[in-house]
């Protein structure tokens, strides 16, 4: 080096180290994330609008189609009463259930195609990335739903804005729940077609047994039991209870069509079950973020 400065040569300046950047190291880098994934998944879903379409499109065949079919055997027009008024609660958890935890498929087809590990070295926290896609699946099934809602007045549900609001908050609680549910079979999904078939082996039985389609009352023992323990069972009857408020049923009615949840005989109130929702997206949500801090 002193030869060549005695020749008058430049002399490189010594290398210095390059900080590096932590992920997760900053807070605001996070919430940054968590507001880049969410804005990611309602692009994905506006610009698919054969999503949308097709989304919607099974819940209207269920509310009228069969809603009108099973209305000839139920007889709740005896009791004032039409059958699709009754399913149309049910049918509404069903909108938010199928998109909330489909949404989650966005993570295996981004497995499969590499952009997750992009997004798993970025600098963010890893959980910034799970409750990013939460959020955004949350608002899409949330969305849905209240396209869905729109329907309300073609069953006999008046269209009280203060019931709407109710049911859109309890739709929001119910969607963020499911998404993380979604979120966290789809960490350790490698495939799509995988994730569709564990998808419905959970999906179906949770919905068939929350008391959408058939109310929770006179019910075997084993199957009473079975709605009991299907979390989505305490999402749909707030629903229920929300909209069966505005319509003034009489007492048998009530008995027939809405008679809750119980637990031993104790009519669980509205605002537990909606604590036990709300406990529930803790365990799934942060199930999943303990599943993705873990992925590799």
Known sequence: MRAAERAGEAVPAPLRPVPVREAGGSLLSDLRGIWVVWHRELLRFSRDRTRMITSLVQPVLFLFVLGTGLSTIARTSDIGVSFKTFMFPGIIGMTVLFTAVFSAISIVWDREFGFLREMLV???????????????????????GIVFLALAGAVGVPYNPLMLLAIIGEMALMAFTLTGFGVLLASRMQQM???????????????????????LVGLPAWLAALTKIDPLSYAVDPLRRTIFAELHLSPAASRVLDPGISWNGWRLPV?????????MAVVLVGSAMFAFSRAE
């Open 122 to 144: 970025a600098p963010v926290a890893r959980w910034a990335i799970v409750l990013g896609k939460c959020l955004g699946g949350a608002s899409v099934a949330t969305a849905q």
């Open 271 to 279: 605002g537990v079950e909606l604590l036990i929702v709300a406990a």
């Open 193 to 215: 077609q995988s994730f569709q078939v564990v998808v419905q082996f959970f999906v179906m039985p949770m919905f068939f047994l929350s008391g959408a389609m058939f109310p």
